[in-house]
């Protein structure tokens, strides 16, 4: 009898520790899963077209910038003003402009706008004035001067504001796409977790062989083979983030290609033109990285129905030799 109680009580707790290993494995599975696959709808749906459209504003207001000085103070002024290109280029500034508010909000970055939106009103104002007064070089040319200044100030004009939010959103941008400390220790913890539960269920089988003279226990044998089916995520999870590394550096060259064009008395039209395909390009090809990976996000479902599939069997296969022992043998 007391040898019967004792066989009891080692499969309840081997039991216990089966379990607690399966739901140990599950939630770091699950953790570092999500943590994952949730950056990819996060980076198109906030951070890239953010940091795109930060891009597009300084690179249309230097061409906007750089359009109005040279039509005002060429030999053409009288005639064409401010100019075609001015006038488009402006618009396309004010648009994404109107567009980063809103895509900045959730990174927390929406403050910086309101006093870029002020100084944008005063630069077009300014140089509407120089317009008007195409005909007073003097005028004109103060005018003018006070557009140049409010777009490249140091600390305070238009274009530093927008490069140091841009710069927040890289940040932003890194946070999310890189697999940090964080992920390595809950991946870790998923390994871990699962090869230990793969080797106590070897040596649960194999006890079972000797105590109990049975080959094979199914639920056990199952669940063991059920454990290989966790590669699937790590796979799909190292593909994912082979697409977040290769997004991040298109969006990080964006940046970096305009830190020499970093105020607009250095730029000209080739350049600024050269760095308008740069911005679509790297569109092109940030939602080329993130075409797949919505898919392979909704596979979570499945890592829960493996981990409770798994549970099922174990519990069931161990029931069967606990049901044997539940009373003491007269």
């Not at 930060?54 to 249309?60: D, F, I, N, V």
């Not at 005028?139 to 003018?144: A, C, E, H, S």
Request: charged share 25%.
């Amino acid at each position: 009898m007391a040898g019967n109680r004792g066989t009891r009580h080692y499969l309840e707790r081997r039991l216990a520790l089966l379990l607690t290993l399966i739901a140990l494995s599950l939630a770091a599975l699950l953790t570092g899963y999500h943590g994952v696959h949730r950056a990819p709808g996060e980076l198109r749906g906030g951070t890239a077209p953010a940091i795109l459209e930060t891009a597009a504003a300084r690179t249309a207001l230097q061409s906007a910038n750089l359009a109005a000085q040279q039509n005002l103070t060429g030999e053409l002024a009288d005639v064409v003003g401010k100019g075609e290109d001015y006038r488009t280029q402006i618009s396309a500034a004010d648009q994404s402009l109107s567009k980063i508010v809103d895509l900045s909000a959730d990174a927390g970055h929406g403050e910086v706008l309101p006093p870029v939106r002020g100084q944008f009103k005063a630069y077009t104002e300014a140089v509407d004035k120089a317009a008007e007064h195409r005909d007073d070089p003097d005028l004109r040319d103060f005018y003018l001067e006070n557009a140049q200044t409010m777009l490249v100030r140091e600390g305070t004009g238009i274009l530093h504001q927008l490069e140091q939010l841009q710069r927040d959103q890289q940040r932003v941008m890194v946070n999310r796409t890189s697999f940090g400390p964080v992920l390595w220790t809950v991946w870790g913890t998923a390994v871990a977790a699962l090869l230990a539960l793969a080797v106590l269920l070897v040596r649960t089988q194999l006890s079972f062989r000797r105590r109990f003279r049975r080959r094979y226990n199914v639920g056990l044998l199952a669940a063991t083979l059920l454990l290989g089916a966790a590669a699937l995520p790590a796979i799909g999870t190292y593909q994912t983030q082979q697409r977040l590394d290769s997004a991040r550096v298109h969006l990080e060259s964006v940046v970096e290609e305009q830190r020499p064009a970093e105020r607009a008395r250095r730029t000209n039209t080739g350049e600024l033109t050269e760095m308008r395909k740069t911005i679509r390009d790297a569109s092109r090809q940030v939602r080329a990285d993130l075409l797949d990976t919505d898919a392979r996000a909704s596979a979570i479902d499945w890592i829960w129905f493996g981990g409770c599939v798994t549970g099922v069997l174990v519990f069931g296969g161990m029931q069967i030799r606990i049901t044997d022992y539940r009373f003491p043998r007269r």
